[in-house]
């Protein structure tokens, strides 16, 4: 999670995460996808996100095969 850089004004932030499949924000969405969404604060309550602000930033999907660092030795 990361907060604008102007969150006191804009309320804005963002939430890094893998889905889980296809849903309202993404219908083509697969499993495994890595989004990045922009949410505002609640204007009801500011300690709270307003769910239906939701805005798909970035999507990428995630290489099917492993990732490994350089072995250490």
């Given at each position: 999670m990361a907060f604008s850089p102007d969150y006191a004004e804009d309320g804005l932030f963002y939430v890094f995460y893998t889905a889980d499949g296809p849903?309202?924000?993404?219908?083509?969405?697969?499993?495994?996808?890595?989004?990045?969404?922009?949410?505002?604060?609640?204007?009801?309550?500011?300690?709270?996100?307003?769910?239906?602000?939701?805005?798909?930033?970035?999507?990428?999907e995630l290489s099917p095969e492993p990732v490994c660092g350089p072995g250490l030795r």
């Open positions: 849903d309202g924000l993404d219908p083509t969405g697969q499993v495994g996808d890595v989004r990045i969404v922009e949410y505002s604060r609640s204007a009801g309550d500011p300690n709270l996100a307003d769910p239906s602000s939701s805005r798909l930033v970035l999507k990428t």
